[in-house]
Protein backbone atom coordinates (compact mmCIF):
# COMPACT_ATOMS: atom_id res chain seq x y z
CA UNK A 1 0.00 0.00 0.00
CA UNK A 2 0.96 3.77 -0.90
CA UNK A 3 2.55 4.96 2.51
CA UNK A 4 2.75 8.78 3.77
CA UNK A 5 4.65 9.86 6.98
CA UNK A 6 1.36 12.95 6.55
CA UNK A 7 -1.79 13.51 5.09
CA UNK A 8 -3.55 16.79 5.74
CA UNK A 9 -7.69 16.37 4.54
CA UNK A 10 -8.20 20.08 3.96
CA UNK A 11 -7.02 22.92 1.88
CA UNK A 12 -8.29 26.09 3.19
CA UNK A 13 -6.76 28.06 5.97
CA UNK A 14 -6.26 25.36 8.58
CA UNK A 15 -4.86 22.78 6.54
CA UNK A 16 -2.26 25.03 4.42
CA UNK A 17 -1.02 26.26 7.69
CA UNK A 18 -0.75 22.61 9.29
CA UNK A 19 0.86 21.78 6.45
CA UNK A 20 3.57 24.84 5.81
CA UNK A 21 4.23 24.27 9.86
CA UNK A 22 5.09 20.58 9.62
CA UNK A 23 7.16 21.22 6.56
CA UNK A 24 9.09 24.01 8.29
CA UNK A 25 9.41 21.31 11.21
CA UNK A 26 11.37 18.80 9.05
CA UNK A 27 8.41 16.64 7.72
CA UNK A 28 9.16 15.80 4.29
CA UNK A 29 6.79 13.50 3.09
CA UNK A 30 3.48 16.00 2.94
CA UNK A 31 0.32 14.72 1.34
CA UNK A 32 -2.40 17.92 1.16
CA UNK A 33 -6.29 16.78 -0.26
CA UNK A 34 -8.25 19.43 -0.65
CA UNK A 35 -12.00 18.43 -2.60
CA UNK A 36 -12.37 21.55 -4.30
CA UNK A 37 -10.90 22.97 -7.97
CA UNK A 38 -8.91 24.68 -5.76
CA UNK A 39 -6.82 25.63 -2.37
CA UNK A 40 -8.18 28.41 0.05
CA UNK A 41 -11.37 26.45 1.00
CA UNK A 42 -14.03 28.63 2.67
CA UNK A 43 -12.27 31.93 2.35
CA UNK A 44 -12.73 32.17 -1.27
CA UNK A 45 -16.04 33.21 -1.44
CA UNK A 46 -15.70 35.40 1.82
CA UNK A 47 -15.02 38.63 -0.29
CA UNK A 48 -15.15 41.22 2.22
CA UNK A 49 -12.52 42.36 4.40
CA UNK A 50 -11.84 41.89 8.03
CA UNK A 51 -9.30 39.26 7.86
CA UNK A 52 -5.04 38.57 8.86
CA UNK A 53 -5.31 41.80 11.67
CA UNK A 54 -3.89 40.27 14.23
CA UNK A 55 -1.75 37.27 11.54
CA UNK A 56 -0.43 39.57 9.43
CA UNK A 57 -1.11 42.65 11.46
CA UNK A 58 -2.94 44.28 7.80
CA UNK A 59 -6.71 44.36 7.01
CA UNK A 60 -7.04 41.85 4.03
CA UNK A 61 -10.30 40.06 2.29
CA UNK A 62 -10.67 36.28 2.33
CA UNK A 63 -9.31 35.72 -0.83
CA UNK A 64 -6.02 37.74 -0.09
CA UNK A 65 -5.52 35.93 3.15
CA UNK A 66 -5.82 31.86 1.39
CA UNK A 67 -3.70 33.41 -1.62
CA UNK A 68 -0.89 34.21 0.37
CA UNK A 69 -0.53 30.67 2.13
CA UNK A 70 -1.53 29.13 -1.65
CA UNK A 71 1.55 31.11 -2.43
CA UNK A 72 3.87 29.36 0.13
CA UNK A 73 2.10 26.28 -0.34
CA UNK A 74 3.37 25.49 -3.72
CA UNK A 75 6.59 27.12 -3.41
CA UNK A 76 7.49 23.80 -1.02
CA UNK A 77 8.35 20.55 -3.29
CA UNK A 78 7.63 18.09 -0.35
CA UNK A 79 4.18 18.92 -0.15
CA UNK A 80 2.49 17.00 -2.86
CA UNK A 81 -1.30 19.26 -3.27
CA UNK A 82 -4.03 16.81 -4.64
CA UNK A 83 -7.30 18.77 -5.65
CA UNK A 84 -10.61 17.55 -6.66
CA UNK A 85 -9.94 14.77 -3.73
CA UNK A 86 -12.74 13.62 -1.74
CA UNK A 87 -11.81 11.61 1.51
CA UNK A 88 -14.80 8.76 1.45
CA UNK A 89 -13.17 6.71 4.16
CA UNK A 90 -10.58 6.10 7.45
CA UNK A 91 -9.55 3.69 9.58
CA UNK A 92 -8.39 3.78 12.85
CA UNK A 93 -5.01 2.39 11.86
CA UNK A 94 -4.73 5.59 9.70
CA UNK A 95 -5.39 4.20 6.16
CA UNK A 96 -7.66 6.86 3.92
CA UNK A 97 -9.42 6.32 0.78
CA UNK A 98 -9.91 9.20 -1.46
CA UNK A 99 -11.37 9.43 -4.41
CA UNK A 100 -10.27 11.68 -7.16
CA UNK A 101 -11.79 11.72 -11.12
CA UNK A 102 -10.71 8.39 -12.61
CA UNK A 103 -8.74 6.74 -9.31
CA UNK A 104 -9.54 5.60 -5.95
CA UNK A 105 -6.68 5.74 -4.04
CA UNK A 106 -6.09 3.97 -0.37
CA UNK A 107 -2.84 4.74 1.63
CA UNK A 108 -1.65 4.49 5.09
CA UNK A 109 -0.29 7.98 7.06
CA UNK A 110 2.15 7.61 9.97
CA UNK A 111 0.28 10.91 10.86
CA UNK A 112 -2.94 12.54 9.81
CA UNK A 113 -4.01 15.98 10.73
CA UNK A 114 -7.76 16.71 9.49
CA UNK A 115 -8.19 20.11 8.07
CA UNK A 116 -11.99 19.54 7.26
CA UNK A 117 -13.48 23.18 8.62
CA UNK A 118 -17.32 22.62 9.52
CA UNK A 119 -20.88 22.58 7.88
CA UNK A 120 -23.61 25.31 8.14
CA UNK A 121 -26.83 24.43 10.43
CA UNK A 122 -30.05 24.39 8.30
CA UNK A 123 -33.48 25.27 8.51
CA UNK A 124 -34.82 21.85 9.94
CA UNK A 125 -32.39 22.31 13.08
CA UNK A 126 -34.68 24.97 13.85
CA UNK A 127 -37.70 23.79 13.87
CA UNK A 128 -39.54 26.26 11.95
CA UNK A 129 -42.84 25.26 10.79
CA UNK A 130 -44.57 26.16 7.45
CA UNK A 131 -43.72 24.95 3.96
CA UNK A 132 -40.95 24.27 2.71
CA UNK A 133 -41.13 25.93 -0.74
CA UNK A 134 -38.10 26.97 -2.74
CA UNK A 135 -35.92 30.61 -1.83
CA UNK A 136 -34.70 28.80 1.77
CA UNK A 137 -30.53 28.95 1.89
CA UNK A 138 -28.10 29.18 4.33
CA UNK A 139 -26.24 31.83 4.44
CA UNK A 140 -22.94 30.62 3.36
CA UNK A 141 -24.60 28.98 0.25
CA UNK A 142 -26.35 32.42 -0.73
CA UNK A 143 -22.36 33.80 -0.48
CA UNK A 144 -20.93 31.08 -2.63
CA UNK A 145 -24.13 31.88 -5.20
CA UNK A 146 -23.59 35.47 -5.28
CA UNK A 147 -19.41 35.47 -5.04
CA UNK A 148 -18.20 32.44 -6.76
CA UNK A 149 -20.84 31.80 -9.22
CA UNK A 150 -22.20 35.48 -9.85
CA UNK A 151 -26.06 34.21 -9.17
CA UNK A 152 -28.29 36.75 -7.13
CA UNK A 153 -30.85 34.02 -4.84
CA UNK A 154 -33.43 36.61 -4.49
CA UNK A 155 -34.84 40.06 -4.33
CA UNK A 156 -36.33 40.39 -1.21
CA UNK A 157 -34.57 39.01 1.92
CA UNK A 158 -35.21 37.95 5.21
CA UNK A 159 -32.32 36.76 7.50
CA UNK A 160 -32.75 34.27 10.31
CA UNK A 161 -29.96 34.60 12.78
CA UNK A 162 -27.64 36.89 13.42
CA UNK A 163 -24.46 35.21 12.37
CA UNK A 164 -21.55 37.27 11.32
CA UNK A 165 -22.13 35.40 7.79
CA UNK A 166 -25.57 36.09 7.97
CA UNK A 167 -24.75 40.00 8.66
CA UNK A 168 -22.10 40.11 6.18
CA UNK A 169 -24.42 39.02 3.57
CA UNK A 170 -27.12 41.67 4.53
CA UNK A 171 -24.59 44.05 3.29
CA UNK A 172 -23.76 42.02 0.35
CA UNK A 173 -27.11 41.38 -1.07
CA UNK A 174 -28.03 45.92 -0.65
CA UNK A 175 -25.27 46.01 -2.31
CA UNK A 176 -26.55 43.76 -5.36
CA UNK A 177 -29.74 45.53 -5.50
CA UNK A 178 -31.67 43.47 -3.30
CA UNK A 179 -33.85 44.69 -0.78
CA UNK A 180 -33.15 43.06 3.22
CA UNK A 181 -36.52 42.81 5.30
CA UNK A 182 -35.10 42.26 8.36
CA UNK A 183 -32.14 40.21 10.49
CA UNK A 184 -34.17 38.01 13.00
CA UNK A 185 -31.99 36.84 16.16
CA UNK A 186 -33.88 35.06 19.04
CA UNK A 187 -31.47 35.54 21.37
CA UNK A 188 -31.13 39.14 23.44
CA UNK A 189 -27.64 39.82 21.65
CA UNK A 190 -25.99 39.56 17.76
CA UNK A 191 -24.33 35.97 17.54
CA UNK A 192 -22.06 37.77 15.05
CA UNK A 193 -19.04 40.86 15.85
CA UNK A 194 -20.63 44.08 17.03
CA UNK A 195 -18.64 45.50 13.94
CA UNK A 196 -20.27 43.76 11.62
CA UNK A 197 -23.58 44.48 12.87
CA UNK A 198 -22.73 48.50 12.53
CA UNK A 199 -21.00 48.11 9.37
CA UNK A 200 -23.50 45.41 7.45
CA UNK A 201 -26.61 46.32 9.25
CA UNK A 202 -27.07 49.38 10.58
CA UNK A 203 -25.15 51.16 7.60
CA UNK A 204 -27.58 50.41 5.65
CA UNK A 205 -30.64 50.72 8.14
CA UNK A 206 -32.02 47.37 8.37
CA UNK A 207 -34.24 46.41 10.86
CA UNK A 208 -32.74 43.93 13.81
CA UNK A 209 -35.15 42.42 15.58
CA UNK A 210 -33.35 40.84 19.00
CA UNK A 211 -35.61 38.14 21.23
CA UNK A 212 -37.87 37.43 17.87
CA UNK A 213 -38.41 34.04 15.82
CA UNK A 214 -39.56 33.12 12.29
CA UNK A 215 -42.72 31.26 13.41
CA UNK A 216 -43.99 30.04 9.85
CA UNK A 217 -42.76 29.70 6.50
CA UNK A 218 -45.23 30.31 3.74
CA UNK A 219 -44.99 30.07 -0.10
CA UNK A 220 -46.24 27.43 -2.34
CA UNK A 221 -43.27 27.17 -5.15
CA UNK A 222 -41.03 29.87 -3.88
CA UNK A 223 -41.15 31.32 -0.24
CA UNK A 224 -43.85 34.16 -0.46
CA UNK A 225 -43.49 35.64 3.37
CA UNK A 226 -43.12 34.54 7.02
CA UNK A 227 -44.31 35.21 10.89
CA UNK A 228 -41.89 36.96 12.87
CA UNK A 229 -42.97 36.95 16.58
CA UNK A 230 -41.50 38.66 20.02
CA UNK A 231 -39.96 35.55 22.32
CA UNK A 232 -40.25 35.97 25.80
CA UNK A 233 -36.92 34.01 28.18
CA UNK A 234 -37.44 30.64 27.38
CA UNK A 235 -37.56 31.51 23.92
CA UNK A 236 -41.22 31.04 23.65
CA UNK A 237 -43.58 32.95 21.71
CA UNK A 238 -45.49 36.18 23.53
CA UNK A 239 -48.98 36.17 22.09
CA UNK A 240 -49.81 38.79 20.25
CA UNK A 241 -46.77 39.93 19.04
CA UNK A 242 -47.12 38.59 15.61
CA UNK A 243 -46.23 40.02 12.26
CA UNK A 244 -45.83 39.21 9.03
CA UNK A 245 -43.25 40.07 6.59
CA UNK A 246 -43.26 39.07 2.56
CA UNK A 247 -40.36 37.95 1.29
CA UNK A 248 -39.05 35.55 -1.53
CA UNK A 249 -35.21 35.11 0.11
CA UNK A 250 -34.96 33.45 3.74
CA UNK A 251 -31.48 33.34 4.65
CA UNK A 252 -29.92 30.60 7.74
CA UNK A 253 -27.74 32.11 9.72
CA UNK A 254 -27.62 30.09 12.71
CA UNK A 255 -24.05 28.61 12.81
CA UNK A 256 -21.67 25.81 12.24
CA UNK A 257 -21.15 22.44 12.60
CA UNK A 258 -17.47 20.98 12.88
CA UNK A 259 -17.95 18.21 9.98
CA UNK A 260 -15.78 15.21 11.54
CA UNK A 261 -17.31 12.45 10.05
CA UNK A 262 -14.17 10.69 8.91
CA UNK A 263 -12.36 10.78 12.40
CA UNK A 264 -15.95 9.07 13.54
CA UNK A 265 -15.30 6.22 10.99
CA UNK A 266 -11.69 5.89 12.74
CA UNK A 267 -13.71 5.52 15.84
CA UNK A 268 -12.25 8.76 18.11
CA UNK A 269 -14.06 9.39 20.77
CA UNK A 270 -16.81 12.00 19.65
CA UNK A 271 -18.54 14.84 21.86
CA UNK A 272 -22.44 14.19 20.40
CA UNK A 273 -23.38 17.56 21.16
CA UNK A 274 -20.30 19.95 19.98
CA UNK A 275 -19.56 16.98 16.85
CA UNK A 276 -15.83 17.89 17.76
CA UNK A 277 -13.22 14.91 19.11
CA UNK A 278 -13.36 14.48 22.92
CA UNK A 279 -9.62 16.11 23.95
CA UNK A 280 -7.58 17.17 26.60
CA UNK A 281 -5.18 19.36 24.37
CA UNK A 282 -5.58 20.96 21.57
CA UNK A 283 -5.70 19.71 18.08
CA UNK A 284 -5.27 15.68 19.52
CA UNK A 285 -8.10 13.06 19.27
CA UNK A 286 -8.34 9.96 21.39
CA UNK A 287 -5.74 8.08 18.57
CA UNK A 288 -2.55 8.72 18.33
CA UNK A 289 -1.25 10.56 15.61
CA UNK A 290 -4.60 11.72 14.61
CA UNK A 291 -4.84 15.14 14.95
CA UNK A 292 -7.77 17.85 13.67
CA UNK A 293 -7.60 21.57 13.27
CA UNK A 294 -9.54 24.66 12.39
CA UNK A 295 -13.00 24.71 12.54
CA UNK A 296 -13.58 20.61 12.51
CA UNK A 297 -11.60 20.89 16.38
CA UNK A 298 -13.59 23.81 17.35
CA UNK A 299 -15.48 26.56 15.58
CA UNK A 300 -13.31 29.98 15.56
CA UNK A 301 -14.81 33.63 15.47
CA UNK A 302 -11.12 34.49 13.59
CA UNK A 303 -9.22 33.23 10.78
CA UNK A 304 -5.94 34.36 12.33
CA UNK A 305 -6.61 32.42 15.50
CA UNK A 306 -7.30 28.94 13.48
CA UNK A 307 -3.91 29.91 11.70
CA UNK A 308 -2.08 30.26 14.66
CA UNK A 309 -3.29 27.10 16.52
CA UNK A 310 -2.97 24.73 13.17
CA UNK A 311 0.65 25.68 12.89
CA UNK A 312 0.33 24.00 16.23
CA UNK A 313 -1.03 21.34 14.77
CA UNK A 314 1.70 20.77 12.10
CA UNK A 315 4.55 21.10 14.83
CA UNK A 316 2.70 18.68 16.94
CA UNK A 317 2.27 16.34 13.67
CA UNK A 318 5.78 16.45 13.34
CA UNK A 319 7.02 15.91 16.91
CA UNK A 320 4.80 12.36 16.41
CA UNK A 321 6.99 11.70 13.35
CA UNK A 322 10.07 11.96 15.41
CA UNK A 323 8.82 10.21 17.87
CA UNK A 324 8.11 7.37 15.88
CA UNK A 325 11.35 7.26 14.12
CA UNK A 326 13.43 6.87 17.24
CA UNK A 327 14.60 10.35 17.05
CA UNK A 328 14.99 12.62 19.92
CA UNK A 329 12.74 16.14 19.22
CA UNK A 330 15.38 18.47 18.15
CA UNK A 331 15.16 22.13 20.13
CA UNK A 332 14.37 25.18 18.25
CA UNK A 333 11.08 23.47 16.63
CA UNK A 334 9.18 26.41 15.24
CA UNK B 1 -22.66 66.27 22.77
CA UNK B 2 -21.37 63.00 23.29
CA UNK B 3 -22.33 59.97 21.14
CA UNK B 4 -21.60 56.22 21.87
CA UNK B 5 -20.31 54.51 18.11
CA UNK B 6 -18.78 50.96 17.38
CA UNK B 7 -15.35 51.28 16.45
CA UNK B 8 -15.36 48.92 12.99
CA UNK B 9 -11.85 48.45 12.41
CA UNK B 10 -11.07 45.78 13.91
CA UNK B 11 -12.69 42.74 15.30
CA UNK B 12 -12.44 43.74 19.15
CA UNK B 13 -15.64 46.28 17.99
CA UNK B 14 -14.25 49.12 20.45
CA UNK B 15 -17.58 50.71 22.24
CA UNK B 16 -16.30 54.68 21.96
CA UNK B 17 -17.09 57.64 23.24
CA UNK B 18 -17.52 61.04 21.14
CA UNK B 19 -17.55 64.66 22.44
CA UNK B 20 -18.25 66.73 19.71
CA UNK B 21 -18.66 70.21 19.58
CA UNK B 22 -19.51 72.23 16.46
CA UNK B 23 -19.87 69.28 14.19
CA UNK B 24 -15.75 68.54 14.83
CA UNK B 25 -14.83 65.69 17.15
CA UNK B 26 -13.04 67.17 20.46
CA UNK B 27 -12.13 64.19 22.82
CA UNK B 28 -12.45 60.16 21.64
CA UNK B 29 -12.55 57.32 24.68
CA UNK B 30 -13.30 53.58 25.07
CA UNK B 31 -10.57 52.95 22.02
CA UNK B 32 -7.94 50.55 22.63
CA UNK B 33 -5.79 51.91 19.86
CA UNK B 34 -5.27 55.33 17.38
CA UNK B 35 -7.07 53.59 14.83
CA UNK B 36 -10.35 54.22 16.89
CA UNK B 37 -9.51 58.07 16.79
CA UNK B 38 -9.36 58.27 13.58
CA UNK B 39 -12.69 56.18 12.66
CA UNK B 40 -13.98 58.66 14.78
CA UNK B 41 -13.16 61.34 13.14
CA UNK B 42 -14.05 60.10 9.57
CA UNK B 43 -17.54 58.82 11.32
CA UNK B 44 -18.96 61.89 12.41
CA UNK B 45 -17.38 64.00 9.65
CA UNK B 46 -17.65 62.05 6.49
CA UNK B 47 -18.13 58.38 7.14
CA UNK B 48 -15.52 55.87 4.98
CA UNK B 49 -15.53 52.17 4.05
CA UNK B 50 -13.76 49.98 1.97
CA UNK B 51 -16.25 48.44 -0.89
CA UNK B 52 -15.25 45.04 -1.59
CA UNK B 53 -17.66 43.26 -4.00
CA UNK B 54 -16.64 40.52 -7.56
CA UNK B 55 -16.31 41.59 -11.22
CA UNK B 56 -17.70 39.53 -13.84
CA UNK B 57 -14.37 37.69 -15.55
CA UNK B 58 -14.51 37.00 -19.89
CA UNK B 59 -13.00 33.78 -20.84
CA UNK B 60 -11.11 33.22 -17.95
CA UNK B 61 -10.46 30.21 -15.27
CA UNK B 62 -12.70 32.32 -12.69
CA UNK B 63 -16.50 33.24 -13.64
CA UNK B 64 -16.15 35.99 -10.82
CA UNK B 65 -13.19 37.61 -9.45
CA UNK B 66 -13.46 39.15 -6.53
CA UNK B 67 -12.26 43.21 -5.86
CA UNK B 68 -12.04 46.00 -3.66
CA UNK B 69 -10.97 49.76 -3.36
CA UNK B 70 -7.61 50.34 -2.44
CA UNK B 71 -8.69 52.70 0.34
CA UNK B 72 -12.20 53.51 2.16
CA UNK B 73 -14.67 55.47 0.01
CA UNK B 74 -17.22 57.82 1.06
CA UNK B 75 -20.00 55.36 2.80
CA UNK B 76 -22.30 57.73 0.71
CA UNK B 77 -21.11 56.32 -2.56
CA UNK B 78 -21.36 52.84 -2.49
CA UNK B 79 -24.45 52.49 -3.77
CA UNK B 80 -22.85 54.52 -7.37
CA UNK B 81 -19.49 52.40 -6.68
CA UNK B 82 -21.80 48.83 -7.26
CA UNK B 83 -23.40 50.51 -9.96
CA UNK B 84 -20.16 50.77 -11.98
CA UNK B 85 -18.88 47.79 -11.10
CA UNK B 86 -21.08 45.93 -12.51
CA UNK B 87 -20.37 47.60 -15.61
CA UNK B 88 -16.95 46.43 -15.46
CA UNK B 89 -16.00 43.14 -17.67
CA UNK B 90 -12.39 41.50 -16.52
CA UNK B 91 -11.05 39.80 -19.60
CA UNK B 92 -7.17 39.20 -18.95
CA UNK B 93 -5.48 37.22 -16.06
CA UNK B 94 -5.27 39.28 -12.83
CA UNK B 95 -2.76 39.04 -9.95
CA UNK B 96 -4.00 39.97 -6.30
CA UNK B 97 -3.31 44.13 -6.13
CA UNK B 98 -3.42 44.51 -9.85
CA UNK B 99 -5.37 47.55 -10.65
CA UNK B 100 -8.32 47.00 -12.56
CA UNK B 101 -9.44 50.45 -12.42
CA UNK B 102 -7.73 53.31 -11.87
CA UNK B 103 -9.53 56.34 -9.77
CA UNK B 104 -12.15 54.81 -9.65
CA UNK B 105 -15.00 57.05 -10.51
CA UNK B 106 -12.86 60.15 -9.76
CA UNK B 107 -12.73 59.46 -5.69
CA UNK B 108 -8.55 58.98 -5.47
CA UNK B 109 -8.70 55.06 -4.88
CA UNK B 110 -8.19 52.14 -7.15
CA UNK B 111 -10.43 49.19 -7.66
CA UNK B 112 -7.62 46.40 -6.99
CA UNK B 113 -8.51 42.36 -7.54
CA UNK B 114 -8.01 40.45 -4.86
CA UNK B 115 -7.62 36.51 -6.04
CA UNK B 116 -5.34 35.20 -8.59
CA UNK B 117 -7.63 34.67 -11.65
CA UNK B 118 -5.62 32.52 -14.86
Known sequence: MLEKDLVIVGGGPAGMAAAISAYENGVSDILLLERDQYLGGILNQCVHTGFGISYFKEVLTGPEYSGRFINKVKAIDKIEISLKSFAVNLTKDKILTFIKPGLIQKLKAKALIMATGARERTREMLHIPGARPAGIFSAGLAQKLINIEGLLPGKEVV???????????????????????????????????????????????????????????????????????????NFQEIAGTKFQLECDTLLISVGLIPENELIEMAQAKMDKKTNTPVSNELNKTSIAGLFVCGNAFRIYDLVDSVTKDSVLAGRQAAEYLIRGSGRTIPAGLK | MNKNLTCIEC????????????????????????????????????????????????????????????????????????????????????????????????????????????
Open chain 1, 159 to 233: IAGSGDIGLIMARRFVLEGAKVKAVIEIQKQARGLVRNVVQCVEDFEIPFYLQHKISRIYGKNRVERIDVARVDE
Open chain 2, 11 to 118: PKSCELIVDIENCRVVKVSGNQCNAGESYCLAEIENPMRVLTSAVLGEGLALKMIPVRTDRPLPKAKLLEAMAEIKKIRINKPVKPGDVIVNNFLGLGVDLIATRECL
